[in-house]
């Protein structure tokens, strides 16, 4: 069984640098773009001629910003910066990072499983100074630095169990940042103004979109004139450079109130990014992905393994394969599918999806998939990222950096490479035509044309969700597909929202969860599907003479009596397996409207971060 990073969970952001700007202002502006993965607390420390200087401060890198106000005659040209998501220990500023042990000062991102050993054994206990498993590492390289920072290094990583991203400076060795890591990501690069390193491309898209992965059992120096990499023998090891297409600009909010909304507002494009380039004669085409259909010829059946939005993705990729391609497929969370015994064997394809691509519960998954042998394919979004570069097969989304918490168009574009790789399947299984799939397409196409329209009805769901704000449940109903995406609605709804929400297959509602509905218990019922629609409306008739307050989601053309619901949403006319893409349009701006009017943070809700590195 694969094993990763056994307990807890800690995502946080990090950024370092060494060059010939002023650091504070860098690392500053990339804590901002790094904020969705951890927004607890946030630290800097910058690297002076006479000292190291940390600042820390608890709340946002708003927060930090205002302490750093009165530190503007700090001049330094090197610096690491930290945001944190808190795991071991509270949320005050001694547990903030950066922490400094002796000459030692570093920002930790991952989760470091012995530290309470190590914390013992050493007996200096006397000299930590707060709770988190970071502060032993700092102990130990200082405990073991003799003027050899790498070796100092190696021997205290020898000593970790768990995962960690390090950026470490040491007093004595000016404008030179020392990194290493072990599962938790870190990406770093060299432009023109110095060298830098994060936790992801986001912080660095400023100065480049040039960038590389640093690899595990590598140390990274980063110095004003380079950013390189050592192996254990301290010889230089060459980075594979990757190269990202979109810019800064596409990180911002350009305008939108939150990058949630900005986010939604993008999935046209995102659609037409991720499935135009892989179009040929209307057919779907992985030339260029470099998936040979051989792959599809032996397989027999399929396991989808992700988590959260990615999953309910997959929940909707199982219908549509089911559908056409006639092999069982099956949904695994991922959390639950690493520590299960799956059946699975060469003749298995493993689907991981993952926007970012870094998400250790369905890294493992994919690990233990290839340990027992099955082809593997990840659906991601991050270039680079540890699960794109550890599938066999990959297929990017290309949706852009997704930076608000909740998942929208990274969901919608998951969604529309299923129907890709569903169609690629049926042709190759030959369970579908050629004629039958460039019918598929087109009607995928229009779907995905439809989005256009569900974003028009931004001002009247805004309206409509007042009578949200004050619900204290919620359910979403719906059957096949609609089911599928209700529990989309659910998760996007609650995450940000905070309404307790649960997702409903309709026909099921009378074994139990209709004696929750009473009077005002507002009930999203999506009714899309043709062929179960006479049973969802007697569903909706169920709640709503139990008092529901209903909001209700069906094609133009579908036929209701105003008697059935109070609140009714439209989708244009289109194939019924087609219809999550614009329909999941309504239900994101569902939540976030009902978020802002509840006043809460939409872009980073309470407990959660975007990256979910560690278990
Ligand atoms: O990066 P991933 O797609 O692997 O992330 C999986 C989930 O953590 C993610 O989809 C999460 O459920 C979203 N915040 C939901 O909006």
């Not at 950024?15 to 504070?24: C, D, H, K, V």
């Not at 205002?66 to 509270?90: P, Y």
């Not at 659609?271 to 085409?285: E, F, N, Y």
């Amino acid at each position: 069984m694969v094993q990763m990073g056994r307990k807890g969970k800690n995502m946080c952001g990090i950024i370092g640098y060494s060059g010939r700007l002023e650091a504070r202002q860098v690392l500053v502006n990339g804590l901002e773009q790094l904020e969705y993965r951890g927004y607890d607390s946030a630290g800097i420390a910058q690297m002076t001629k006479q000292s190291v200087e940390v600042t820390k401060a608890v709340g946002n890198v708003g927060a930090l910003k205002r302490k750093l106000e009165k530190k503007e005659d700090v001049i330094s040209r090197c610096g690491i910066g930290h945001t944190r998501w808190a795991t071991h220990g509270g949320v005050t500023e001694e547990n903030a990072h950066p922490h400094q042990f002796g000459k030692v000062t570093l920002i930790h991102n991952g989760i470091i499983e012995n530290y309470k050993k190590i914390r013992e054994e050493y007996g200096k206990e006397q000299f930590f100074h707060s709770q988190t498993d970071t502060e032993i590492a700092a102990m130990l390289i200082d405990f073991f630095y003799d003027g050899n920072p790498e070796e100092a290094i190696w021997k205290t990583v020898a000593q970790l169990e768990g995962s960690y991203a390090f950026c470490i400076l040491f007093e004595d060795i000016p404008n030179v940042v020392y990194c290493i890591r072990r599962i938790s990501p870190l990406v770093a690069a060299y432009a023109e103004e110095g060298a830098f390193v994060a936790s992801d491309i986001t912080a660095l898209i400023a100065y480049t979109q040039d960038y590389f992965v640093v690899p595990e059992d590598t140390i990274l120096v980063l110095t004003d004139e380079k950013a390189e990499l050592h192996d254990r023998e301290g010889e230089i090891v060459e980075p594979d450079l990757l190269h990202v297409k979109w810019d800064l600009t596409a990180a911002q909010k350009n305008g939108y109130p939150h990058y949630m909304l900005k986010e939604i507002h993008e999935q046209p494009e995102a659609l037409h990014q991720t499935i135009a380039p892989r179009i040929k004669a209307g057919i779907p085409d992985f030339e260029e992905d470099q998936i040979p259909d051989s792959i599809f010829e032996s397989v027999q059946q399929i396991k989808i393994v992700a988590c959260g939005t990615a999953m309910h993705a997959g929940l909707i990729g199982k219908v549509l394969i089911e559908k056409r391609v006639r092999i069982p497929a099956e949904v695994e969370i991922a959390s639950e599918f690493r520590y299960a015994s799956p059946i699975i064997d060469q003749n298995t394809l493993v689907i991981v999806i993952s926007q970012s691509g870094e998400t250790i519960d369905t890294l493992a998954s994919l690990r233990l998939a290839k340990e027992l042998g099955a082809v593997t394919l990840g659906i991601v979004n991050v270039k680079g990222s540890t699960i794109a570069r550890e599938s066999d097969y990959v297929l990017y989304t290309h949706a852009g950096p997704e930076i608000a918490v909740a998942s929208t168009k990274a969901y919608t574009v998951q969604i529309a490479t299923l129907c890709l790789l569903t169609m690629r399947l049926a042709l190759v299984k030959k369970t579908l035509g050629r004629g039958e799939i460039n019918r598929d397409f087109a009607l995928l196409k229009e779907s995905m044309e439809c989005v256009k329209r569900s974003l028009l009805l931004d001002p009247q769901i805004q309206e409509m969700t007042a009578c949200l704000t004050e619900a204290k449940d919620l359910f979403f109903i719906g059957r096949g597909i609609d089911y599928a995406l209700s529990c989309e609605g659910s998760i996007k709804l609650k995450e940000i929202s905070y309404i307790h929400s649960e997702a409903y297959a309709a026909g099921e509602l009378k074994h139990g969860t209709i004696s929750l509905i009473t009077e005002g218990v507002p009930v999203i019922a999506i009714a899309t599907q043709e062929s179960v629609f006479s049973k969802m409306i007697s569903n909706i008739r169920e709640v709503k003479a139990r008092g529901a307050l209903v909001i209700l989601i069906t094609k133009e053309s579908m036929q209701v009596e105003e008697s059935v619901f109070d609140y009714h949403f439209t989708i244009p006319e289109i194939a019924d397996d087609y219809t999550p893409i614009p329909a999941a349009v309504i239900l994101q701006l569902i939540a976030y409207h009902t978020s802002v009017r509840r006043g809460l943070n939409v872009d980073q809700p309470r407990n959660l971060a975007k990256s979910v590195t560690v278990e």
